[in-house]
């Protein structure tokens, strides 16, 4: 089969994003119906960094592309037909400066985030950065508007231990550590 004879499922969940919804789980409920042989088209106000892992555990790999400031597109097919992919062309990668962390002698390292007041999914993405700049061992302590539930699935993923802590106004204190 060609890419140009695959049915095409998009899904647009730029407006949800702007209303500060959580668009998981009506990506995943779209996931579920993909044959393996369709073309699903993501369009959201970000960069989906994180779904791309989730999704390539779960068999898809995509292609993201930015067409506008808060639009880009990602293209997701199943692992067989990864070279339909090779026909999409890819936004040039935002480089992230790398923070420099003092490290103590001895011990780990603990990386703090405030992550409250920021549009979804800018505090998975900033948690999930730090975490990348960890060593084994080391923490990432983040205090959210909510529960990180996404997060946490990601996190369970990777094998960290974590640690929830709900607060009295609604906000929750998450400590990770890196396995």
């Not at 095409?8 to 042989?37: A, S």
């Not at 292609?63 to 026909?87: C, P, Q, R």
Request: net charge negative; hydrophobic share 35%.
């Amino acid at each position: 089969m060609h890419p140009q004879d695959a049915k095409v499922v998009e899904l647009d969940v730029r407006e949800q994003l702007r209303n500060k919804l959580e668009p998981f789980q009506l990506i995943m409920d779209t996931v579920k119906t993909l044959e393996k042989d369709e073309i699903f088209v993501l369009h959201a106000t970000f960069k989906p960094t994180p779904l791309l892992g989730f999704l390539k555990m779960k068999g898809l790999v995509g292609k993201s592309v930015m067409h506008d400031k808060e639009h880009w597109i990602t293209t997701f097919v199943h692992k067989k037909n990864k070279a339909w992919l090779d026909g999409v062309d890819t936004a040039k990668e935002e480089a992230e400066t790398p923070t420099a962390s003092n490290e103590p002698a001895a011990g780990n390292n603990i990386i703090h985030l405030d992550n409250r007041g920021l549009e979804p999914p800018q505090p998975m993405v900033r948690t999930l950065a730090a975490l990348d700049r960890c060593k084994p061992g080391d923490e990432v302590h983040i205090h959210n508007d909510r529960v990180p539930v996404f997060l946490i699935e990601e996190l369970n993923s990777l094998g960290c231990t974590y640690t929830v802590e709900e607060q009295p106004d609604g906000t929750a204190k998450v400590q990770i550590r890196k396995p």
